[in-house]
Nanobody
């Protein structure tokens, strides 16, 4: 019914920047929140940043001051601007969204994208 597609990952040198995009599509009634998680090999998936429809944001301590999450509500798209990247930021980054679907607007769906790989070299 809904899907999320991430883009913007790649290889970057430490100290560089990348901008990730997440586009939601399908039978969307509303998107309550969108966020980014990441998972490095052998590690648990962890929250990077999230943003509600009204603009409330949450950041993990390890990215505060370096990453910025934003949303274009009209386009159902979220972005993650990543600056001052470090090798430890290397991971697969996943987009997440809490979406109410047309026809079932009161039942939120926890949707996930397929992930985009970010590799930061030292």
């Amino acid at each position: 019914q809904v899907q999320l597609v991430e883009s913007g990952g790649g290889l970057v040198q430490a100290g560089g920047s990348l901008r990730l995009s997440c586009a939601a599509s399908g039978s969307i009634f509303s998107i309550n929140s969108m966020g980014w998680y990441r998972q490095a090999p052998g590690k648990q998936r962890e929250l990077v940043a999230s943003r509600t429809k009204i603009g409330t944001t949450k950041y993990a301590d390890f990215v505060k001051g370096r990453f910025t999450i934003s949303r274009d509500n009209a386009k159902n798209t979220a972005y993650l601007q990543m600056n001052s990247l470090k090798p430890e930021d290397t991971a697969v980054y996943y987009c997440n969204a809490a979406i109410s679907v047309i026809g079932s607007p009161f039942n939120a769906v926890d949707a996930w994208g397929q992930g985009t790989l970010v590799t930061v070299s030292s």
